[in-house]
């Protein structure tokens, strides 16, 4: 099996706008019911051996999760209490998704409202209990697109253990359909000018996350992305890996086509290049404490796992 998957987009856009919105179903509910984090951390998604999971939401004296399993396309809801409840995934809109979701949830004794409102999607706001348009369901190509997520994870959590500062989880944004870690240099970032609640509270400090999202039909694809916020000076023109790589200006966001990772000779490495070496520009431009940051960790037995060097440009 093909470790990085071939993922055209054009393939399985009709089933992106659907599984787009059956996760803002459960993500909402996550929403609704997970204590507030910072920078809204408790509404993310984690990406599992099989799919994705909510991980456990509390709920009365208990708690429960929700798993999208990607290998045998269902939709399971489990709580602590040991009931067990199973959803098929397949190709149904999304008002029947919406229905059966919080109905199963009913029968768990779990009561919760939602906003059923899509979020992030600008040009289509059809409530999830109205949406009958959406309905398409590729098993084969949400398969392929779950395995490029697994790849891009097990590439963020490595890149993700580089650093010892404050840093989020690598995580599933339902919103903007990416899987992203961010890290933050420990300052706080002036106030964008007009910024809604949520995009206040997840730039409040300056960050510079990196991740990979299914892109974009004008994009031509998925791709992987780092981004500075605020953008230091210089950022946009700074000496980067690889050479595929580019900073878009619409974006404002540095970008490597996931194409050009999947059929590089040696992707994993290629990634985490794209990864260090934007992160380090940014940092640098900055003024970021690397050397606090970026702190040997020291094992159980006391040896000392060397730093991971940044690329040479």
Known sequence: MDAWPQLPLAAWKDTLATLHRYTQVIGKVRLELAPMMNHWWQVALYVTARGLTTSPIPFGQGSFEVDFDFIGHELLFRTSEGEQRVLALEARPVAEFYRDVMATLRSLGIEVSINDTPQEIPDDTTRFREDRHHAAYDPE???RW????VQADLVLEEFRAR???????????????????????GRPAPERPGADPVTREAYCEEVISAGFWPGTEQLGGPAFYCYAAPEPPGFSTAAIQPRAAWYDATFKEYLLKYDDV??????????????QSTYAAGAELAGWDRERLERPVRRARGATVPEQPAPAP
């Not at 779950?146 to 997520?149: L, V």
């Open 141 to 143: 190509a949400v398969h």
């Open 262 to 275: 999947r059929t590089a000779a040696h992707p994993r490495q290629l990634l985490l290049d794209f990864f």
């Open 163 to 185: 650093f010892t500062g404050k840093c989020s989880p690598v995580h599933f944004f339902w919103g903007s359909f990416d899987l992203a870690v961010t890290r933050f240099s």
């Open 146 to 149: 779950w395995r490029a997520m």
